[in-house]
């Protein structure tokens, strides 16, 4: 396979606090959470340790144990991650740091998958349809209504950050529990909420995996699709979909066109082609 990666921060000088890896079989792309600035986490390391830590664990995983299911492989990542810190920190705090996740690994004759939350995996087919894409939208359900507050104030503005704070802590009720939404925290449990399964290899050419920041440029801003957005990474490659993404987003600063929580986001785009 052949693997193109593009990734940047929302701003210069913050981290990224997406992660993105790949192995010869396997991709992973996790977008990290955690509290606005200013709210208590209950965790001193922060969102992009964690990400990372989640990161790395998870790929070798899903790459020294191939015939392990991918959910168990997550399970298995988020438990060694907790070791790490569980001793220092709030494990339990409602904010403590958690993730989306999407895992692509390669059989001989499939493509194995799981996607946790609101990132997107999107498959290029070689036949009809000409792409499936897998989303988990359990979050955005809950938050749809939720998060109408923010969406009236302005991006950027004293109201904007209090009503983001807000919704924060409206979504936490529903966060890891039956009739919510699920993301990789603390709890190995989570893993096995996700959303899996194959797809044949000589059904797809390709595929792309998107952080929320980055498929905005298609789910919110719907500037594109998601034909235009492969065709966009096979011919200019997947930093374009970020430089378009930020385009938009400097387009609109105060979030009047498209209302969001965050003005800028982390985005990262990784494709591979078969």
Same mark, same amino acid.
């Given at each position: 396979?052949?693997?193109?990666?593009?990734?940047?921060?929302?701003?210069?000088?913050?981290?990224?606090?997406?992660?993105?890896?790949? /192995?010869?079989?396997?991709?992973? !792309?996790?977008?990290?959470?955690?509290?606005?600035?200013?709210? *208590?986490?209950?965790?001193?390391?922060?969102?992009?340790?964690?990400?990372?830590?989640?990161?790395?664990?998870?790929?070798?995983?899903?790459?020294?144990?191939?015939?392990?299911?991918?959910?168990?492989?997550?399970?298995?990542?988020?438990?060694?991650?907790?070791?790490?810190?569980?001793?220092?920190?709030? !494990?339990?705090?409602?904010?403590?740091? /958690?993730?989306?996740?999407?895992?692509?690994?390669?059989?001989?004759?499939?493509?194995?998958?799981?996607?946790?939350?609101?990132?997107?995996?999107? !498959?290029?087919?070689?036949?009809?349809?000409?792409?499936?894409?897998?989303?988990?939208?359990?979050?955005?359900?809950?938050?749809?209504?939720?998060?109408?507050?923010?969406?009236?104030?302005?991006?950027?503005?004293?109201?904007?950050?209090?009503? !983001?704070?807000?919704?924060?802590?409206?979504?936490?009720?529903?966060?890891?529990?039956?009739?919510?939404?699920?993301?990789?925290?603390?709890?190995?449990?989570?893993?096995?909420?996700?959303?899996?399964?194959?797809?044949?290899?000589?059904?797809?050419?390709?595929?792309?995996?998107?952080?929320?920041?980055?498929?905005?440029?298609? *789910?919110?801003?719907?500037?594109?699709?998601?034909?235009?957005?492969?065709?966009?990474?096979?011919?200019?490659?997947?930093?374009?979909?970020?430089?378009?993404?930020?385009?938009?987003?400097? /387009?609109?600063?105060?979030?009047?066109?498209?209302?969001?929580?965050?003005?800028?986001? *982390?985005?990262?785009?990784?494709?591979?082609?078969?």
């Amino acid at each position: 396979m052949r693997i193109e990666i593009a990734t940047e921060p929302a701003y210069a000088d913050r981290p990224n606090e997406d992660f993105v890896a790949a /192995s010869p079989n396997a991709v992973v !792309l996790l977008d990290g959470a955690g509290t606005p600035a200013g709210s *208590d986490s209950g965790c001193v390391h922060g969102v992009a340790w964690y990400v990372s830590r989640l990161g790395v664990s998870l790929l070798a995983e899903v790459t020294n144990r191939p015939d392990e299911p991918l959910a168990d492989c997550l399970a298995k990542a988020i438990t060694q991650t907790a070791e790490l810190h569980r001793d220092t920190c709030d !494990l339990s705090h409602p904010g403590t740091p /958690s993730a989306t996740v999407i895992i692509t690994r390669l059989r001989e004759h499939d493509i194995e998958y799981l996607v946790l939350a609101d990132s997107s995996l999107v !498959l290029d087919r070689s036949d009809k349809p000409a792409y499936v894409t897998i989303t988990d939208d359990r979050e955005a359900q809950v938050g749809a209504e939720l998060r109408r507050p923010m969406d009236a104030e302005a991006t950027g503005t004293q109201a904007h950050a209090e009503a !983001l704070c807000t919704y924060v802590e409206a979504m936490r009720a529903h966060r890891n529990r039956s009739g919510g939404f699920w993301v990789a925290a603390a709890d190995p449990a989570a893993a096995h909420e996700a959303m899996t399964g194959t797809f044949t290899r000589d059904k797809v050419s390709g595929f792309s995996l998107f952080s929320d920041g980055a498929s905005r440029l298609v *789910d919110r801003f719907t500037l594109s699709d998601w034909t235009e957005t492969l065709t966009l990474i096979r011919d200019h490659g997947p930093a374009e979909v970020i430089r378009q993404v930020r385009a938009a987003e400097h /387009s609109d600063p105060d979030g009047k066109r498209w209302p969001r929580g965050k003005a800028h986001d *982390d985005a990262t785009v990784a494709t591979v082609t078969l």
